[in-house]
């Protein structure tokens, strides 16, 4: 079996021992190098060549963000951030970076242990199926006049009162926060309630919802029970022990986000939200997955579309890990395949017609 060559870059010297101990264990991995800077970082990388990368945020003399920046259009490599709870892990995943891990309490002895040998040889190995190429990063701009969002201005437009009786499910891992905000970025504050899950630590969920709050027209939050789903608003699930489902009362869609075990790993699921949009909200839903590792909300979107419900699934080309569209597509969940770029306006289409 051919090992993950890992390169680790952490300027703590205890912890990144401990990383690299760790790391070893695990057969399928090798750390050829452990780093305390970026400048020797980018040494490490032109001698080892490794596959894969874990990058602190907080280094010396140059920040992991700065360095994403300067290093991935010169030798893009999958890189897994350790970050503490803070909401420049985005700006690291804007830079290129591939995923990200939350830094674990070193006195809390079973986090760390979790961490070491689940968390980060997990997500370096999903880092190691990263595609480099192709639409990695959301280059969009915020909402502006027609000129700068032609494709999405001229899309058929919906009325106001049926836009309010139907809604869009979106659902991701891997390389999905860049493209749920390249997507979110596009769709106009008068759009269709939205109900995202995005796998994501607890903590990080709130942070993302404000950071998309302030780029997108639509309104962004983390969910809480009880939330309508309304136009103009969109509902991201909350990270951490809870599964999120669509619910109606009163003759509204509502979000419920109780406590519940992990399904295909994950909480919250993608395929949690689906089967419950299929179950509640049936054809008046549009389904939306995009890049992820795995097969979460395949079996969902497929009762979705059973239900009647019109889907859409992010094409390889575009993906950063093509796992949950294409398991979605292989199941015969996917009515249509687009480029991430497409995907706003062949939505907008759908929506016109339901």
């Known amino acids: 079996m051919k090992q993950i060559r890992v390169l680790v870059v952490e300027d703590s010297l205890v912890f990144r021992e401990l990383l690299v101990k760790s790391l070893n264990s695990d057969e399928a991995i090798n750390v050829v190098a452990a780093v305390s800077d970026p400048f020797q970082a ?37 890189a897994v951030v350790i970050s503490s ?45 990263a595609k480099m190429s192709g639409i990695r990063r959301s280059t969009v701009k915020l909402p502006g006049d027609a000129a700068s969002h032609p494709r999405i201005v001229q899309a058929t437009p919906f009325a106001p009162a ?49 950071r998309l709050d302030d780029q997108c027209s639509m309104h962004v939050k983390e969910a ?11 509902l991201l699930a909350p990270g951490g022990d809870r599964q999120m489902r669509l619910v109606q009362r009163g003759g509204r869609f509502q979000v419920e986000c109780r406590e519940g075990p992990k399904v295909n790993g994950h909480c919250p699921s993608v395929d949690v939200l689906f089967e419950s949009v299929a179950q509640v909200a049936g054809k008046k839903a549009l ?34 890990v093509y796992g949950m569209p294409r398991v979605a597509y292989e199941l015969g969940a996917v009515q249509y395949q687009e480029k991430l770029e497409d995907i706003p306006q062949r939505a907008y289409s759908l929506l016109s017609k339901m």
């Open 224 to 234: 809480e029970t009880g939330d309508a789903v309304v136009q103009g608003q969109a």
């Open 162 to 210: 049926k836009a309010s009786d139907i809604l869009i499910a979106i659902g991701a891992s891997t390389g999905g926060t860049e493209a749920i905000a390249s997507v979110l970025k596009e769709f106009r504050a008068d759009t269709p309630g939205i109900v995202i899950v995005q796998h994501m630590p607890a903590g990080f969920t709130e942070m993302y919802a404000k």
């Open 42 to 78: 980018r040494d490490a990388i032109l001698e080892h060549k490794p596959d894969v990368m874990t990058l602190d945020i907080e280094l010396p003399r140059m920040n992991g963000i700065e360095f994403l920046r300067k290093l991935m259009p010169q030798y893009p490599i999958p």
């Open 287 to 320: 389904g939306i997955i995009l890049t992820g590792m795995g097969g979460d909300g395949a079996k969902g979107m497929l009762k979705m579309r059973e239900a009647g419900s019109p889907t859409i699934g992010q094409d390889e080309s575009t993906c950063v």
């Open 85 to 129: 709870m803070s909401d420049k892990v985005f700006d690291a995943l804007s830079a290129g970076a591939t995923d990200f891990v939350a830094k674990p309490q070193v006195t809390d002895r079973r986090q760390l242990e979790n961490f070491m040998r689940t968390e980060l040889p997990l997500k370096i190995k999903i880092a190691s199926t």
